[in-house]
């Protein structure tokens, strides 16, 4: 079974600017959820897509968005990028609840606002 | 709210020596521990999980974890540490019937030296 792909797998964007990134989860999976990884926060809960349906939300502020697609794939979109946004952002992807199933990760976006 | 700690950044262990790293968790009905492993440039792997059952949880490359509901701790153990488990190691917990949210420790750095 092929694992979770994400793309682009580097990015550099200038502040103000926006980016979409995109995730191919597990065949069979319905969940998909996104995090920000940071050295100084650690890892961060983004949101949680089930059926192209947002089933859970972390706190970010509204220029972080995201949407799945029917055949499970999902996109990340963040606005007005800020230098703070520079970060590896991940997509994982799970049968079911991520908070009850085995997540699968991807390798990650890196991402850099200059 | 549920949260979950990982009071060490890092930790140092002699090659062949046993492992500990120690993760806790705030007290709030029944949690799902979870433990994942980042190896550099890569997304984080799952090792093991508690659901329900045996408190001593066995899991990949002879990783363990043990539940102690009564000291709200879940550490992950290995009785003969390799080079090759150097990684980032995160802990992460969820509650079941209150909205399913995982949230993952700020992340432990394991060096093993040779």
């Given at each position: 079974?092929?694992?979770?792909?994400?793309?682009?797998?580097?990015?550099?964007?200038?502040?103000?600017?926006q980016?979409?990134?995109?995730?191919?989860?597990i065949?069979?999976?319905?969940?998909?959820s996104?995090?920000?990884?940071?050295?100084?926060?650690?890892?961060?809960?983004?949101?949680?897509?089930?059926?192209?349906?947002?089933?859970?939300?972390?706190?970010?502020p509204?220029?972080?968005s995201?949407?799945?697609?029917?055949?499970?794939?999902?996109?990340?979109?963040?606005?007005?990028?800020?230098?703070?946004d520079?970060?590896?952002?991940?997509?994982?992807?799970?049968?079911?609840?991520?908070?009850f199933?085995?997540?699968?990760?991807?390798?990650?976006?890196?991402?850099?606002?200059? | 709210?549920?949260?979950?700690?990982?009071?060490?950044?890092?930790?140092?262990?002699?090659?062949?020596?046993?492992?500990?790293?120690?993760?806790?968790y705030?007290?709030?009905?029944?949690?799902?521990?979870?433990?994942y492993?980042?190896?550099?440039?890569?997304?984080?792997?799952?090792?093991?999980?508690?659901?329900?059952?045996?408190?001593?949880?066995?899991?990949?490359y002879?990783?363990?974890?043990?539940?102690?509901?009564?000291?709200?701790?879940?550490?992950?153990k290995?009785?003969?540490?390799?080079?090759?488990?150097?990684?980032?190691?995160?802990?992460?917990?969820?509650?079941?019937?209150?909205?399913?949210?995982?949230?993952?420790?700020?992340?432990?750095?394991?060096?093993?030296?040779p």
């Amino acid at each position: 079974k092929a694992g979770v792909t994400q793309t682009p797998r580097y990015l550099i964007k200038t502040r103000g600017q926006q980016v979409t990134l995109s995730c191919s989860p597990i065949s069979g999976h319905r969940s998909v959820s996104w995090y920000q990884q940071t050295p100084g926060q650690g890892l961060q809960f983004l949101f949680e897509y089930f059926s192209e349906t947002q089933r859970n939300k972390g706190n970010f502020p509204g220029r972080f968005s995201g949407r799945q697609f029917s055949n499970s794939r999902s996109e990340m979109n963040v606005s007005t990028l800020e230098l703070g946004d520079s970060a590896l952002y991940l997509c994982a992807s799970s049968l079911g609840s991520p908070g009850f199933d085995t997540q699968y990760f991807g390798p990650g976006t890196r991402l850099t606002v200059l | 709210a549920q949260s979950v700690a990982q009071p060490e950044d890092q930790v140092n262990v002699a090659e062949g020596n046993p492992l500990t790293v120690k993760c806790t968790y705030s007290v709030s009905g029944n949690p799902y521990l979870f433990w994942y492993v980042q190896y550099p440039n890569r997304g984080l792997q799952f090792l093991l999980k508690y659901i329900t059952g045996d408190n001593l949880v066995k899991g990949s490359y002879g990783f363990e974890a043990e539940f102690n509901k009564s000291q709200t701790s879940f550490h992950l153990k290995k009785p003969s540490a390799l080079v090759s488990d150097s990684a980032l190691y995160f802990c992460a917990v969820s509650y079941r019937n209150r909205d399913d949210k995982i949230i993952f420790g700020k992340g432990t750095r394991l060096h093993i030296l040779p």
